[in-house]
T-cell receptor, first 116, second 113 residues
Framework: AQTVTQSQPEMSVQEAETVTLSCTYDTSENNYYLFWYKQPPSRQMILVIRQEAYKQQNATENRFSVNFQKAAKSFSLKISDSQLGDTAMYFCAFMKASNSGYALNFGKGTSLLVTP | NAGVTQTPKFQVLKTGQSMTLQCAQDMNHNSMYWYRQDPGMGLRLIYYSASEGTTDKGEVPNGYNVSRLNKREFSLRLESAAPSQTSVYFC????????????FGPGTRLTVL
């Protein structure tokens, strides 16, 4: 079974600053996907960024980037130039790569507050 | 495209009542999922359907049943609701081919008294 650990229940950052959210996972698989999802107060789950384990290059989406360390089983999310709209719960998730559609294993989340 | 839709958005039940949560997607996805989210927890998988005609248990299936009605629709049924089933329920879908990104519905907040 895969487990996902987010060790920071809450974090705070000032607007325009940079913040890093941590995530570690445990798996014996070699081929898998990792995700960061954002859940604002509206409750909608929004995909922020994804990383394929076979790719060495770290994924980047505008202000969001990851630091993927496969050997260390670490997958942190960096948010640059934080904005008030980034305030949300952030969930790290793991999926084993498969054509049969395996489900996501989620961490417990990190609550991020962006302050003016 | 509406994406993934769920009905109802909110529901209050009494212990022992039954109800069905509906989910539909218009993205021609093969796989669909039901998760629940409890305070302080990430989402946990209840059931999933890898393709039309198949369903499998997830991490927390007790007290639930599912039906994959067709490729678009995947329903979750509570036969005899219990207070422990008070939660927010999310449906998700994925193509299971070119990409494994899951797309989520807006969720259903269920309270069992």
């Amino acid at each position: 079974a895969q487990t996902v650990t987010q060790s920071q229940p809450e974090m705070s950052v000032q607007e325009a600053e940079t913040v890093t959210l941590s995530c570690t996972y445990d798996t014996s698989e070699n081929n898998y996907y990792l995700f960061w999802y954002k859940q604002p107060p509206s409750r909608q789950m929004i995909l922020v960024i994804r990383q394929e384990a076979y790719k060495q290059q770290n994924a980047t989406e505008n202000r969001f980037s990851v630091n993927f360390q496969k050997a260390a089983k670490s997958f942190s999310l960096k948010i640059s130039d934080s904005q008030l709209g980034d305030t949300a719960m952030y969930f790290c998730a793991f999926m084993k790569a498969s054509n049969s559609g395996y489900a996501l294993n989620f961490g417990k989340g990190t609550s991020l507050l962006v302050t003016p | 495209n509406a994406g993934v839709t769920q009905t109802p958005k909110f529901q209050v039940l009494k212990t022992g009542q039954s109800m069905t949560l509906q989910c539909a997607q218009d993205m021609n996805h093969n796989s669909m999922y039901w998760y629940r989210q409890d305070p302080g927890m990430g989402l946990r998988l209840i059931y999933y359907s890898a393709s039309e005609g198949t369903t499998d248990k997830g991490e927390v299936p007790n007290g639930y049943n599912v039906s994959r009605l067709n490729k678009r629709e995947f329903s979750l049924r509570l036969e005899s609701a219990a207070p422990s089933q008070t939660s927010v329920y999310f449906c998700a879908s994925t193509w299971s081919g070119r990409t494994d990104t899951q797309y989520f519905g807006p969720g259903t907040r269920l309270t069992v008294l």
